[in-house]
Structures are given as structure tokens and as C-alpha cells.
């Protein structure tokens, strides 16, 4: 029985260690809207029953998209008083009241059209969108098996060079893995498309022609092999 080479370096098993890396440019899964839905009176009741109204339209005008409308989440919610500048009396000049709310899509196609309407209604601001990918994209995993070939690949290179082959995989590790600095993804790009506070219309907007911006998803591994010992 043969005994298997040792998982270090031998003068008789020399150890290669490389790193493969793998950078694709694929297209965006989902586009990210924020959304403030905005109110102001000079009654907190009145400027909360506001701002309920103008919320609702947003949610319900999202929920109307169905399975294109990938996540709706409401974030901060607040009621803030405006003092009076003048006077020593605390006196509230008037009530602003201000709604967060994110909406992810993955229908590009309903994407313009949704990002008009909501820019149409009173009092509300859209921005975006931020493309992006899903946590499962398959472009993940793809990216991953292109770096752990390409780990692969230049090991042989290093083994042939020598004269010698590979015989062993002794460990295979994400970047960070081993107390590595952690890879550095590209900082998101600004968005693409964004519109302002909407207000009344007498006519439905034409729907914004959105152009997807294309994502890059990089991936890094280190490897280590045994070879045979080389010719030198």
C-alpha cells in the first residue's frame, strides 16, 4: 500500500500554492427603488391622515405589479415639528411627516411605467434604479468554478514548467478564509435613472426607458497542491 503524500512540502512532494480568480460581466437580476412619501400641515392630524393617504397609494399601486414586484418594505416613518422662529412662546409653525419605502423589481419591462407613476403622485420621491443581482444568482457559482479553474490551470502551469504534475489537492479556500484581506467588490454605480417630487397630472406620463447596467461578480480562491518532484 502506497503511502499518500504529505499535505506540506517534501523535497520528494513539493507543494504549489496559486490563486485563481474569475470576473464576469453578466446582466442585472433586480433594480432597487427608494421612495419618500412625504406630508405638511399645520394640524398633525391632518398631515398624518395625509401622509397615510399618500403612503397607501404607493403600496397599493406597487402591489398591483404582483410577482414583477420582488420586495416591498416600509423602513422610516416620522412626524416632526416645525417650531416658530419668532417669539418665546413654543408655538408649532407647522407638521412634517415622511414615509421610507424600498421596492425591488425584477421585470425591467414594468420597471419604467412603475417608476413614472410613483414620480406622478403628490408629494413623492423616487430615486433610482440600483441594479443588482439575486442572493442565488447562478452567475455566483459560476464565477466561483471559472476561479477554481483557472487555480487548477495555473498549478499545472507551475508543475510543468518543472517538468513535474500534479497528484494532489491538499486545500482549496475562499479569499478571507485564512486571515487574507477580504476581496474588494467594485462600489455600486449611481443610478441610472431618478426622478424627483411628483405632483398632479392631468395625463397618465409616458413610461422611462430604464437601460440595465450590467453587473460585475468576482470571485477568488487559494489552492494548494502536492506535484511530483520536478526535473531541475
Known sequence: MTD????????????????????LQVDPETARLTITVTARGKDRR????????R????????RSYGQAMEKLETGAFSITPEPTQKGRNEQIHAYHGRVHITAVLNDFTALGEFTTKIADLDMTRVN???????????????????????????AREYAD??????????????L???????????SP???????????????AAPALDL?????????QVNARFIMSPPKL
Request: hydrophobic share 40%; no cysteine; glycine share 8%.
Open 4 to 23: 499518500s503524500p504529505p499535505s506540506y512540502g517534501t523535497p520528494e512532494h513539493p507543494r504549489v500554492a496559486v490563486r485563481g480568480e474569475a470576473r
Open 46 to 53: 391632518n398631515t398624518l391622515e395625509d401622509l397615510t393617504h
Open 55 to 62: 403612503n397607501n397609494q404607493v403600496l397599493e399601486l406597487a
Open 128 to 154: 433610482g434604479p440600483w441594479w443588482g443581482l439575486s442572493p442565488d444568482s447562478p452567475a455566483h457559482a459560476t464565477a466561483r468554478r471559472q476561479a477554481v479553474h483557472e487555480a487548477v490551470q495555473r
Open 161 to 174: 514548467a518543472l517538468g513535474a504534475h500534479l497528484t494532489a489537492l491538499v486545500e482549496l479556500a475562499d
Open 176 to 186: 478571507g478564509a485564512e486571515n487574507a484581506a477580504p476581496a474588494v467588490l467594485p
Open 189 to 203: 454605480a449611481a443610478p441610472r435613472g431618478r426622478a424627483g417630487y411628483g405632483g398632479a397630472a392631468s395625463e
Open 211 to 219: 437601460e440595465p447596467q450590467r453587473q460585475t461578480v468576482y470571485a
